[in-house]
């Protein structure tokens, strides 16, 4: 018989290949084991994308950089913060952020796709993600995706995005128009980092999610056959949040167990128990079935969700707290 498409999107790829055992927390294991508290600069993120996306939506006439700080102020995210006099310091910040750079676009240049879902399939997988805004220049597309985090980018960053480069042949195969270049467009800078890919070069990265998609298949199906098949994939009370994130990056918190038992206690930081979720402990797995979705910790375990069920992370970085994330 033909194996069956392996469904996924470039962020689970991304957490395969980040950290098998949080790809199992994320997508497998249900009901899911229980995460820290958000993070204050996944809302600032969430909170800036949503009002870009709405003010595309609005009428010509309103297109203004008035118009975007409204929006970003009636949607503003405040989970994760430190507490109300941080949260309203950012808000300020992030209201700067998209009025001034709505203030460099032409409102009567609407795109021809802005927060849309795209997707494609080979003989091995079949692959979707949403693409941030999506313009027509010329006779081409190009694909926008909106950067607010502090780091400063590079050409390598937009050169070697997978999910840039699955948004483009997404795209171009669903709407028959090429698409090439994809930009990276670095709101606290003002930066805009193009790459311009070939077909081999798109060629490559699809090749690349075909072989992460082999090794998470097979990994899948030995989870089946050990536990069963896993529920649907339950979404966070913040869902614009962390739709709008990397799921790398979370909140961080404290517990015991790793992925043998229920986690106990602990708040994930300062804040209590007003930002903390219920405590569900991954299940108990064999140590075959935990040597197939082995952690590898590194520094970025500080930042993860499901630090709590993880010894080895927990061991391998200092506990972050959820506003440690923003540029202050």
Same mark, same amino acid.
């Given at each position: 018989?033909?194996?069956?498409?392996?469904?996924?999107? %470039?962020?689970?790829?991304?957490?395969?290949?980040?950290?098998?055992?949080?790809?199992?927390?994320?997508?497998?294991?249900?009901?899911?084991?229980?995460?820290?508290?958000?993070?204050?600069?996944?809302?600032?993120?969430?909170?800036?994308?949503?009002?870009?996306?709405?003010?595309?939506?609005?009428?010509?006439?309103?297109?203004?950089?008035?118009?975007?700080?409204?929006?970003?102020?009636?949607?503003?995210?405040?989970?994760?913060?430190?507490?109300?006099?941080?949260?309203?310091?950012?808000?300020?910040?992030?209201?700067?952020?998209?009025?001034?750079?709505?203030?460099?676009?032409?409102?009567?240049?609407?795109?021809?796709?802005?927060?849309?879902?795209?997707?494609?399939?080979?003989?091995?997988?079949?692959?979707?993600?949403?693409?941030?805004?999506?313009?027509?220049?010329?006779?081409?597309?190009?694909?926008?995706?909106?950067?607010?985090?502090?780091?400063?980018?590079?050409?390598?960053?937009?050169?070697?995005?997978? =999910?840039?480069?699955?948004?483009?042949?997404?795209?171009?195969?669903?709407?028959?128009?090429?698409?090439?270049?994809?930009?990276?467009?670095?709101?606290?800078?003002?930066?805009?980092?193009?790459?311009?890919?070939?077909?081999?070069?798109? =060629?490559?990265?699809?090749?690349?999610?075909?072989?992460?998609?082999?090794?998470?298949?097979? =990994?899948?199906?030995?989870?089946?056959?050990?536990?069963?098949? %896993?529920?649907?994939?339950?979404?966070?009370?913040?869902?614009?949040?962390?739709?709008?994130?990397?799921?790398?990056?979370?909140?961080?918190?404290?517990?015991?167990?790793?992925?043998?038992?229920?986690?106990?206690?602990?708040?994930?930081?300062?804040?209590?128990?007003?930002?903390?979720?219920?405590?569900?402990?991954?299940?108990?797995?064999?140590?075959?079935?935990?040597?197939?979705?082995?952690?590898?910790?590194?520094?970025?375990?500080?930042?993860?969700?499901?630090?709590?069920?993880? %010894?080895?992370?927990?061991?391998? =970085?200092?506990?972050?707290?959820?506003?440690?994330?923003?540029?202050?």
């Amino acid at each position: 018989m033909p194996r069956r498409l392996y469904s996924c999107t %470039p962020s689970r790829l991304n957490a395969w290949l980040d950290c098998r055992r949080r790809y199992r927390f994320t997508y497998l294991d249900r009901p899911q084991p229980s995460k820290g508290p958000g993070w204050a600069h996944n809302s600032v993120g969430a909170s800036v994308h949503n009002a870009l996306a709405a003010w595309w939506r609005e009428p010509y006439e309103r297109r203004t950089p008035l118009t975007a700080a409204i929006l970003l102020t009636n949607g503003w995210i405040t989970e994760g913060f430190r507490d109300a006099d941080q949260s309203a310091q950012w808000l300020g910040r992030a209201r700067d952020l998209v009025s001034g750079y709505v203030g460099t676009l032409d409102p009567s240049d609407d795109p021809v796709g802005v927060e849309r879902t795209v997707a494609t399939r080979t003989k091995i997988i079949a692959v979707s993600g949403r693409i941030d805004r999506l313009d027509r220049r010329g006779d081409e597309l190009v694909v926008v995706d909106y950067k607010t985090g502090r780091r400063p980018l590079t050409q390598d960053d937009a050169r070697s995005s997978l =999910a840039l480069a699955i948004y483009a042949i997404a795209a171009s195969r669903m709407m028959r128009t090429p698409c090439h270049a994809v930009e990276l467009h670095h709101l606290p800078t003002g930066e805009i980092i193009e790459w311009r890919h070939t077909d081999e070069s798109l =060629a490559r990265h699809l090749g690349r999610a075909e072989e992460v998609g082999v090794e998470a298949a097979t =990994a899948d199906e030995r989870y089946r056959e050990v536990m069963g098949a %896993p529920g649907p994939v339950r979404a966070r009370s913040s869902g614009a949040a962390s739709s709008r994130t990397s799921s790398t990056t979370s909140a961080p918190a404290l517990g015991t167990t790793g992925s043998g038992g229920p986690a106990t206690g602990g708040s994930g930081g300062p804040g209590g128990s007003a930002g903390e979720r219920p405590h569900v402990g991954p299940p108990a797995v064999s140590s075959e079935l935990d040597a197939v979705f082995a952690p590898n910790p590194g520094p970025i375990c500080g930042w993860c969700d499901f630090r709590r069920h993880c %010894p080895e992370g927990m061991a391998a =970085a200092p506990e972050r707290r959820p506003w440690d994330g923003l540029a202050e």
